[in-house]
């Protein structure tokens, strides 16, 4: 019985690192810009895409399809931020919503011309191939590495926003973006840089994905659900929050698949419905 929780708590972690590569864009997005960016689970698919197609159509090395798959992301991220997104940054969030749900069937669109809607896969890399035994039973060697990499994300962008001056003028703009302008720091092309990054990270996840899961055009709109479940019951705008509300959906979503299959899609909400009627701004939100 241990053996069996532990099992499918190491594929919870699995499924909640995962997440929080996406959650983790979607929050630092929200909570420095303040946009509601709906179509970034597409930034997420097209990740995947990119990484897929210089894995298996142009025969490049995995780790070279995940640097550059997510480096296309960000470029695409900035052009939407630049040209579209920075328009409705002082309108009403409805609009926000209908500007980036409209990317999402721009992209959809987009996927299903250039790569048709057949679903696609990619290989495990070989120095993370193969399969290690817990309690008997063999777990994937690349899933472990998600599970580690999760964590060093984490961190990472701890120090990047606590520790570095780049942080510390994010976290300016985010507070006041009138005094930040008013003391020399180009706000648009900071908000910009932080667009980027944020969808950087969302194509990193979809990248990391391609091995494990199936490349198909109905992935953006499953991660993005999740990822905003994940960024209200942790707190938008809040990274610490969404990593914490990361694990609690992977655990949920491993352990319901086990133990209550039947009701293994509604988990998630009960358990968000909870956390807001407990804490309507979420785990690590403010008031």
Known sequence: MLEQLFYQGMI???????????????????????????AHGSLYMLGAYLSYSAVRILGLDFWV???????LVALAGGLMERFFIRRVYHIDEAYQLLLTFAFILIFADLVKWVWGPIYQSA?????????????????????????????????????????????????????????AA?????????FTAVFMFGSWLGGVGGALGIPIRTVSPGMAEDYIIQAFAVAVIGGLGNLKGAFFGS?????????????????????MYILMAAILLVRPQGLFGTS
């Open 12 to 38: 919870g972690l699995s499924l909640a690192m995962f997440l929080w590569l996406v959650a983790a864009g979607l929050t630092l997005i929200f909570g420095v810009l303040g946009v509601l960016n709906f």
């Open 65 to 71: 399809g995940l640097a550059v798959g997510p480096l």
């Open 123 to 179: 290989p495990v890399p070989g120095a993370l191939g193969g399969a290690i035994p817990i309690f008997g039973r063999p777990f994937p060697v690349y899933n472990l590495f998600v599970i580690a990499l999760g964590p060093l994300v984490g961190l990472g962008l701890w120090f990047l926003l606590e520790k570095s001056w780049w942080g510390r003028t994010i976290r300016a703009a985010a507070a006041d973006r009138e005094m």
């Open 182 to 190: 008013a003391i020399g720091v180009d706000v648009p092309r900071l």
């Open 247 to 267: 694990i609690l959906i992977g655990l949920v979503n491993a352990y319901g698949h086990v133990y209550a299959p039947v009701f293994e899609l509604a988990f």
